[in-house]
Antibody, heavy 116, light 107 residues
Framework: EVQLVQSGAEVKKPGESLKISCKGS????????IAWVRQKPGKGLEWMGI????????RYSPSFQGQVTISADKSISTAYLQWSSLKASDTAMYYC?????????WGQGTLVTVSS | DIQMTQSPSSLSASVGDRVTITCRAS??????LAWFQQKPGKAPKSLIF???SLQSGVPSKFSGSGSGTDFTLTISSLQPEDFATYYC?????????FGQGTKLGIK
């Protein structure tokens, strides 16, 4: 069974760093792209970027380029999304999704709250 | 970026109705179009990929059509569990942009 399991909710202060994770199982992790998607409270879905764990080829949306870093460790079948300096406007739910036939499998989401 | 525009933004319907949601791309995307359903507090669920192909396990009451710039998602015989928000997404070009969503509510 394909599963993407994300790390738990985080509460951080502005300026702090953060790295959240997405662990894949039940399929060959290195042969499917993994995307990250943001959803602010009460709003729609925003595509942030995507990584191919096989060779770490990464593409970013221009809206998120330079704001976040996407990475992967194929030895532990895990993709990451990280921030070096969080802002209050980063408060959102973040999803990872496997790019199979479209984004076919999704993680359960990680809620990130940034507040002073 | 390719802009994806859904219509309507919201829609009210009754149990048993058939509804259609439209998604338009700002440029041609062939059939690289997916549809998702999202319920409150839950992750999106994939319904359709490649514009017309049903994801495994998705009931046949959901169907997709279109190619190029204009696409539709049709849901037949609405049931209470179908009331949710629906999104389209193009994966023809990076960034893989989403439509703004269509909220399907009970009339």
């Amino acid at each position: 069974e394909v599963q993407l399991v994300q790390s738990g909710a985080e509460v951080k202060k502005p300026g702090e760093s953060l790295k959240i994770s997405c662990k894949g199982s039940g399929y060959s992790f290195t042969t499917y792209w993994i995307a990250w998607v943001r959803q602010k409270p009460g709003k729609g879905l925003e595509w942030m970027g995507i990584i191919y764990p096989g060779d770490s080829d990464t593409r970013y949306s221009p809206s998120f380029q330079g704001q976040v870093t996407i990475s992967a460790d194929k030895s532990i079948s895990t993709a990451y999304l990280q921030w070096s300096s969080l802002k209050a406007s980063d408060t959102a739910m973040y999803y990872c999704a496997r790019q199979g036939g479209g984004a076919d499998y999704w993680g359960q989401g990680t809620l990130v709250t940034v507040s002073s | 970026d390719i802009q994806m525009t859904q219509s309507p933004s919201s829609l009210s319907a009754s149990v048993g109705d058939r509804v259609t949601i439209t998604c338009r791309a700002s440029q041609g995307i062939s059939n690289y179009l997916a549809w998702f359903q999202q319920k409150p507090g839950k992750a999106p669920k994939s319904l359709i990929f490649a514009a017309t192909s049903l994801q495994s396990g998705v009931p046949s009451k959901f169907s997709g059509s279109g190619s190029g710039t204009d696409f539709t998602l049709t849901i037949s015989s609405l049931q209470p569990e179908d009331f949710a928000t629906y999104y389209c997404q193009q994966y023809y070009n990076y960034p893989h942009t989403f439509g703004q969503g269509t909220k399907l509510g009970i009339k």
